[in-house]
């Protein structure tokens, strides 16, 4: 994108697709996402000033979705301090999503992706993330939050976050926070929309996985025996919460902690799920990278990522418990997910020693 000042990769709805082939070098489009000429934490010099700018709404109070959008919500959450969350996706029409690798779906240029929080019924903050060139590196993709404002009729970009935003303890994150956590899950960058977080049935008006391959959105779509049967069944084996707590750690802690990230030599921990080893739980990656293995990063004295049948000795639930600045996860939450450690606690204790 170096030296290429002002153009732009615009993400209009239904008459411009987003597939990159319209673009403009005009200094003041109507519409779109600037492409920044310097570093990928450099504020770009034209940027949509509002949420209903980046195609979400039809009027500023994004009372109304534009058309084109689809509502989707993942299996396993992402914990954001009890916030309540709103998530929607635009794929380019025509484009597909590239499913050849299940795990590693690859999005066309023009996805946009939003998601929402909202505090005591109070809209906080609201997310995009964009594709907005063809490559591989991170100058492809876009980040930004647009923080509501108290009359809940407007947004307005936060480049650098906002402490405790619209009178709620939420803090929103600033574009080079929303880049540490997306850069680690490479290479699609993409969270919560993927073969394991879709294949379920959906609530109606969200997309899930059976929906998109009926929408002939993937390029590779997978098969089922019925279409009662999940895509990608979990093997409960004799661990009631396997799947659970799995599925909590792919959502909450794999976006660092995989091959791909910048801390995986520091923690050579992988807790993705993939869709061939979720039938047999001793070959996930997270039984076979955190379960009775040795860590030299002691916490309370133990040494053991997940301590077979016990997890007051596991690092792992050292690290999630912990109060000071070796608590899990380590950007995006304040506090302890009550509702999580149960999950981890009895999955831990259910592993025979």
């Not at 954001?80 to 635009?90: N, P």
């Not at 619209?166 to 994150?173: A, E, F």
Request: charged fraction near 20%; glycine fraction near 10%.
């Amino acid at each position: 994108m170096g030296g290429m000042r002002g153009i732009w990769v615009l993400l209009a709805l239904c008459a411009c697709g987003d597939d990159g082939g319209n673009t403009t070098t005009s200094d003041a489009p109507t519409d779109g996402i600037g492409i920044d000429e310097g570093t990928p934490d450099g504020p770009p010099p034209y940027m949509p000033a509002t949420l209903a700018e980046t195609g979400l709404c039809l009027d500023a109070g994004c009372t109304q979705i534009a058309p084109n959008i689809h509502a989707y919500a993942p299996r396993y959450e992402l914990y954001s301090d009890t916030a309540e969350k709103k998530r929607w996706i635009y794929l380019p029409p025509g484009t597909t999503i590239d499913t050849s690798d299940m795990d590693a779906w690859q999005f066309p240029v023009g996805t946009k992706l939003w998601k929402e929080f909202i505090r005591g019924g109070t809209r906080v903050e609201t997310r995009l993330v964009a594709r907005i060139g063809a490559g591989t590196t991170s100058q492809d993709w876009f980040y930004a939050a647009y923080v509501w404002n108290t009359a809940q009729d407007a947004t307005v970009w936060a480049e650098f976050g906002e402490q405790n935003a619209n009178g709620t303890d939420h803090d929103v994150p600033g574009k080079a926070l929303c880049r540490q956590c997306h850069e680690n899950a490479k290479p699609n960058r993409v969270l919560g929309v993927s073969a394991i977080q879709l294949d379920f049935d959906g609530e109606v008006g969200e997309l899930d996985l059976a929906d998109l391959i009926t929408m002939n959105a993937l390029s590779a779509p997978p098969t089922r025996a019925s279409t009662a049967d999940p895509f990608f069944p979990f093997d409960a084996g004799n661990h009631v919460s396997v799947a659970p707590a799995l599925g909590y750690m792919h959502a909450n802690c794999s976006h660092c902690h995989n091959p791909t990230s910048s801390v995986v030599n520091n923690t050579p921990l992988n807790l993705q799920l993939t869709v061939a080893t979720v039938g047999v739980t001793s070959t996930t990656p997270a039984y076979m990278t955190a379960v009775d293995v040795t860590t030299v990063n002691l916490i309370n004295g133990h040494n053991k990522l997940v301590y077979k049948g016990d997890a007051s000795l596991s690092v792992v639930m050292d690290r999630f418990r912990a109060t000071d600045g070796n608590r899990m996860p380590a950007a995006g939450t304040e506090f302890k997910d009550d509702d999580g450690d149960p999950i981890l606690e009895t999955w831990i204790n259910s592993i025979p020693p």
